[in-house]
T-cell receptor
Framework: DAGITQSPRYKITETGRQVTLMCHQT?????MFWYRQDLGHGLRLIYY???????DKGEVPDGYVVSRSKTENFPLTLESATRSQTSVYFC????????????FGPGTRLTVL | ELKVEQNPLFLSMREEKNYTIYCNYS?????LYWYRQDPGKSLESLFV?????AVKQEGRLMASLDTKARLSTLHITAAVHDLSATYFC????????????FGAGTILRVKS
């Protein structure tokens, strides 16, 4: 089915471990985004990408790494997870151009023990 | 630094009543987005407002944008239970407004 998917949907890990969250979209959208959602903060942008091999920092990039070798995939890696990275992570995408909104994936709930 | 404030953060309404959610932001932008989120779910786009004076309506919801006042409103007319959700406004920065800065969200509960 077309759309934007995230995996895993739930993840429990331990402090110091590396974790990769996957995001895949079938719309061939140019732009892809990673957000984290924490109570009282709304959503905050971590990284975004304008195209394959083009990425840029958002509001809270520290502790995260992204890559985009293919248009449809935008993985987010926590190189050494910390408890403060416990959150719900949303991936989003949007087409190129001026007028469209961002379309969000179902989210990944990450717990760092 | 762009700050986005929503008011109120929690709203309990009776069915059939009207109310407005306010979204104030601190620096100039002409791109404002409204999203809805049901508990445990993802965000659903409601409105995209891209110019001063923009007004959009969908069912019982109407959104407007005043870029001079740095204010957007989401007006709810004759609320029904199905509108219970969390509503977020987000202001776009950068090229095509890609860098969204979200408000904290307004939790809306409509009671019969």
């Amino acid at each position: 089915d077309a759309g934007i998917t995230q995996s895993p949907r739930y993840k429990i890990t331990e402090t110091g471990r590396q974790v990769t969250l996957m995001c895949h979209q079938t719309w061939s959208h140019s732009y892809m985004f990673w957000y984290r959602q924490d109570l009282g903060h709304g959503l905050r942008l971590i990284y975004y990408s304008a195209a394959a091999d083009i990425t840029d920092k958002g509001e809270v990039p520290d502790g995260y790494v992204v890559s985009r070798s293919k248009t449809e995939n935008f993985p987010l890696t926590l190189e050494s997870a910390t408890r403060s990275q416990t959150s719900v992570y949303f991936c989003a995408s949007r087409p190129g151009g001026d007028t469209d909104t961002q379309y969000f994936g179902p989210g990944t709930r990450l717990t760092v023990l | 630094e762009l700050k986005v404030e929503q008011n109120p953060l929690f709203l309990s309404m009776r069915e059939e009543k009207n109310y407005t959610i306010y979204c104030n932001y601190s620096t100039t932008s002409d791109r404002l987005y409204w999203y809805r989120q049901d508990p445990g779910k993802s965000l659903e786009s409601l409105f995209v407002l891209l110019s001063n004076g923009a007004v959009k309506q969908e069912g019982r919801l109407m959104a407007s944008l005043d870029t001079k006042a740095r204010l957007s409103t989401l007006h709810i007319t004759a609320a029904v239970h199905d509108l219970s959700a969390t509503y977020f406004c987000a202001v776009g920065r950068g090229r095509y407004g890609n860098k969204l800065v979200f408000g904290a969200g307004t939790i809306l509960r409509v009671k019969s």
